[in-house]
């Protein structure tokens, strides 16, 4: 069984004051919420059941049950106090029913084809940069293993907010998660930053994608930009 994460908890400040009355990802580029851009792109995957974790203004991601047969909601409580870890925590479970896709909910897939087939091993989905990067980056060793998940980095794969774990893999994170959970320092922490701390277990190779097949909208500005690019595409 293969089934996939939505992580759609979260506030979305830098895009207010458009989320001050709608969550990030059901905000919409071109005429279609960004949510809905990464459940079609999973759905060509045959993904058996794809769980929504949902915190701010949750109530409004009930839809997508009635247009999608195969979506569950997931409540997650701690949000609000919470960084991304509380997301995984609160689908630790999903983890361990089999093979699963850990994906953030705010993105803009405009190329569907982007996951291709399901991967054979463990991934995080990532994008080649050249020159030096600010954003979260993989570092790999000689042959091709993730040997660190974290910020800053030069000549090297950018993270883009979709990942997959093989079942035995998901039940190691699974684990990982639910024992950082309640330790010293764990509200800050992203769930990457457990994955960094458990790479001795896991072994997580790269799927490279394009740029153009993928985006990350944080401001208004680039919301405005990206609905342009699609409109003039369109």
């Known amino acids: 069984m293969t089934n996939a994460i939505l992580m759609a908890s979260g506030l979305g400040t830098r895009m207010r004051?458009?989320?001050d009355t709608v969550p990030k990802p059901l905000i919409k580029v071109g005429e279609k919420p960004m949510i809905e851009t990464v459940i079609e792109a999973l759905l060509k995957v045959n993904t058996d059941k794809i769980y929504v974790v949902a915190g701010y203004l949750?109530?409004?991601?009930?839809y997508l049950k009635e247009k999608y047969s195969n979506i569950e909601i997931i409540k997650n409580t701690d949000y609000a106090t919470i960084n991304?870890?509380?997301?995984?925590?609160?689908?630790?479970?999903v983890l361990r029913k089999g093979d699963c896709y850990i994906c953030e909910a705010d993105l803009y897939i405009s190329d569907s084809d982007i996951f291709k087939s399901t991967p054979e091993y463990s991934c995080y989905f990532g994008k080649y940069i050249e020159g030096y990067s600010d954003d979260w980056v993989f570092e790999l060793d000689e042959d091709k293993y993730i040997t660190r998940v974290g910020k800053f980095g030069t000549n090297c794969y950018n993270m883009v907010g979709l990942s997959y774990f093989t079942s035995e893999d998901s039940k190691i994170l699974a684990e990982a998660i639910e024992n950082q959970y309640h330790k010293s320092g764990f509200e800050t922490m992203f769930w990457d930053d457990?994955?960094?701390n458990n790479l001795d277990?896991?072994?997580l190779r790269i799927n490279p994608v394009k740029s153009e097949q993928i985006a990350e909208i944080d401001t208004v500005e680039e919301l405005k930009i990206m609905n342009e690019k699609v409109k003039n595409e369109g």
């Open 17 to 19: 004051p458009l989320t």
């Open 58 to 62: 949750g109530e409004q991601f009930n």
């Open 84 to 93: 991304n870890i509380s997301s995984v925590y609160y689908a630790k479970d």
């Open 194 to 196: 457990v994955v960094n």
């Open 201 to 203: 277990k896991l072994k």
